[in-house]
């Protein structure tokens, strides 16, 4: 059987904008995506994950580029890494551009294929998703404290460094939005719409 990564954020996590809940299993793209093609996809999500910035106002460490060659090493062999994340990247008081969050990505890419994987398995395939932009939120400004415009220029940026790197991309902002109850986060059925949305890209990519 195939085996997929889903290294997010909360966007992954599956986070209520209502009340920040956990949505129910089968909206979590990654579920979605692994009951459609009947593969496994693990979910390693978690709430405030950047791509490579030290962010040490939450309970854990939330900088990717710590954790995920511990996470390539655990979940060995893998097929595929899919990552979507850049979001937290653009609060303020972490990076804050749009440019900063496509170097993160750039840097995942490059511990993805440089990791020493020796008998565990070979170097896995790489899919970069753009998250979907952030709206104005209740403060009538800003996406909690992002830039708007800034989160839009996360796709055409992503895509750009996937192409220099020759990896997959895909636009998650082409299929799901965000919701104006905190500007961020995503209901349920845009959550679930990503993963009917990277069943085709991520079949073609495992060539199944």
Known sequence: MKRVLAFGDSLTW??????????APEYLWPNVVAGRLGIEVISEALGGRTTAFDDHTGPCDRNGAVVLPILLQSHSPLDLVVIMLGTNDLKTDVCGSATGATAGMKRLAQIIRHYPYGASGSVPKILFVAPPP???????KTGSGRDVAETRLLAPMYKAAAEELDVSFFDAGTVAQASPIDGVHLDAANTAAIGEALVAPIKAILGL
């Not at 209520?16 to 956990?22: G, K, N, S, V």
């Not at 952030?134 to 009538?140: K, Q």
């Open 14 to 23: 599956g986070h209520r904008p209502e009340d920040a809940a956990r949505h």
């Open 134 to 140: 952030c709206v104005i939120g209740p403060d009538g």
